[in-house]
């Protein structure tokens, strides 16, 4: 079991940063692939990153690429997402997830956070 708690969020001006972390239980977590992923009003949850057991292999959305980076330390249990150069199109709930594959699909994720808001002003 594997329990997961997102922080950072909140409100920034657009061209601004956030870093989002998330913070897991569980003598487990290096054995799972952690994601990102977001969900705007109205709109489907999709992914955001990805990041290996290792934390050696990330994977970025393709329009999100060059702004936003994942890290994690196994030693803390940890992940973490540094959201640069924000738009107001980047407003959403973000949620980090864990899975035992490699994978972009929100379904093969086992666990999940409660979400925190992000919203970027224009």
């Known amino acids: 079991q594997v329990q997961l708690v997102e922080s950072g969020g909140g409100l920034v001006q657009a061209g601004g940063s956030l870093r989002l972390s998330c913070a897991a239980s569980g003598r487990t977590f290096s054995s799972y692939y952690m994601g990102w992923f977001r969900q705007a009003p109205g709109k489907e949850r999709e992914f955001v990153s990805g990041i290996s057991r290792s934390g050696g292999v990330r994977d970025y959305a393709d329009s999100l690429k060059g702004r936003f980076t994942i890290s994690r330390e196994n030693a803390k249990n940890t992940v973490t997402l540094q959201m640069n150069s924000l738009k107001p199109e980047d407003t959403a709930v973000y949620y980090c997830?864990?899975?035992?594959?490699?994978?972009?699909?929100?379904?093969?994720?086992?666990?999940w956070g409660q979400g925190t808001q992000v919203t970027v002003s224009s």
């Open positions: 997830a864990a899975a035992p594959v490699t994978t972009r699909e929100g379904g093969n994720y086992r666990y």
